[in-house]
């Protein structure tokens, strides 16, 4: 099934002071990740230029932009359309998050800082405060948040952003699993865990817990698979 995306589906936020085509991909990628748009959404440029506001060039660099990261497949002279879920692309992706963040898990076993782990018990309280609600963007968000003050911690930030632009597939998966019960609550455990393996400087346990974690990415995508059939491709 293809489904045609509306131009009154989304709430663009146009800031002057920005170029616009980066906003634009920002918001359309976010849309996608989140699943507003789902895979098989047909893209009409011209819609989107009335929606956005815009002329045709800041649109395509958007859309080609969504393409480098394989979120939309553009057909010339044709249609773009949001791509379906590859799970070759989402076991890449799982591959290189769980190759850097044990490794980042390791380095801040090594020397457990309070204020590292006040502000990650911050950010674990967040999602608990999510867990049982329906509001997946914003348990989703603080899930990021997450991560990203490991590598922050870690001090490899430049990775973070690399792992993000390779991890468009495997986060469309991750968040189709999110509405099963008790899927956020177990997310938040599994980060528990591996806060308290950091915090008592603990290697092993913390690249256990970790590896643990993310392997639930993949576990049971034939399900998810056999569940949404229409949002994945060979």
């Known amino acids: 099934m293809t489904v045609t995306a509306s131009p009154l589906a989304l709430t663009p936020v146009r800031d002057r002071s920005r170029q616009a085509a980066p906003q634009v991909f920002e918001h359309l990628r976010t849309a996608i990740l989140n699943l507003d748009m789902v895979p098989g959404t047909v893209l009409s440029r011209q819609e989107l230029q009335l929606q956005y506001g815009l002329s045709s060039t800041p649109i395509r660099d958007a859309l080609m932009k969504l ?63 999510l867990a049982d609600g329906d509001d997946y963007s914003a348990f989703n968000d603080a899930d990021q948040a997450f991560h990203r003050q490991l590598y922050e ?23 189709l699993y999110l509405p099963i019960k008790g899927r956020p609550r177990q997310i938040v455990s599994d980060h528990t865990a591996i806060v308290d393996a950091i915090e008592s400087g603990d290697p092993e346990h913390a690249r256990a817990a970790l590896r643990h974690h993310l392997s639930r990415s993949l576990a049971d995508s034939a399900a998810i698979r056999t569940k949404y059939p229409d949002y994945f491709r060979d």
Do not use: C, K, M, Y
């Not at 939309?72 to 773009?80: E, G, N, R, S």
């Not at 989402?90 to 998050?97: C, E, G, I, K, S």
């Not at 190759?99 to 800082?113: C, G, K």
């Open 67 to 129: 393409a480098e990261e394989s979120l939309v497949d553009i057909f010339p002279q044709h249609a773009t359309v949001v791509s379906r879920i590859d799970l070759r692309l989402t076991r890449q992706a799982h591959f290189l998050r769980r190759s850097i963040e044990t490794e980042a898990v390791q380095v801040l076993t090594q020397n457990p800082d309070p204020t590292l782990i006040a502000a990650l018990r911050r950010t674990l309280a967040l999602q608990l405060s």
């Open 153 to 175: 911690a870690a001090e490899i930030p430049d990775l973070w952003h690399l792992v993000r632009r390779q991890s468009g597939h495997i986060d469309r998966l991750r968040r």
